[in-house]
């Protein structure tokens, strides 16, 4: 069977940045579970895993406009200190969520801190990047009906109810 809309998929992977470095690996783990056509993977990987088959290897280059899309600069912010009230170390690198005018919650990254203020960002951290993926293909099924209504694939690799 090969990779089309409503598929259930499954793959090991290695993603590497332009230099070479490792970001992420399902080395030792179960294959990465999707739903294709649902778009839980980015955009990028997805199109070209279309019309694989099971035991299938294949090298994809992600342009930051198909992965993560590009760093927006409205992301990054200067923050007063005081609005971590109750944090007493903040350092590069923490994770906080900031609250949207909406309600919603944000996931920041601090890249930046002063005596005055802190800056976050709230791009993804692979945003801006380019990625690189070594893919084989483990697993093309078609997905049921319930994977379907709820727009992801259960099971291993996948989401647990």
Avoid: C, W
Wanted: charged share 20%.
């Amino acid at each position: 069977m090969t990779i089309k809309e409503n598929s259930a998929v499954s793959f090991h992977y290695l993603l590497t940045d332009d230099a070479g470095q490792e970001i992420d690996s399902s080395a030792g783990k179960d294959p990465l579970a999707y739903l294709h056509g649902a778009g839980n993977i980015i955009p990028g990987l997805e199109n070209a895993l279309e019309g694989k088959s099971a035991g299938d290897q294949l090298n994809v280059a992600v342009t930051a406009e198909e992965g993560y899309g590009p760093v927006q600069e409205e992301l990054i912010q200067d923050v007063p200190r005081t609005a971590f009230q109750g944090v007493e170390s903040i350092e590069i690198g923490m994770q906080f969520e900031a609250q949207t005018g909406q309600g919603g919650a944000v996931p920041v990254t601090v890249t930046a801190v002063t005596d005055e203020t802190v800056t976050v960002d709230g791009n993804h951290p692979l945003a801006g990047k380019a990625l690189n993926f070594d893919v084989t293909i483990a697993d093309v099924r078609e997905a049921t009906a319930e994977e379907l209504e709820h727009g992801h694939v259960h099971g291993a690799g996948g989401h647990q109810h």
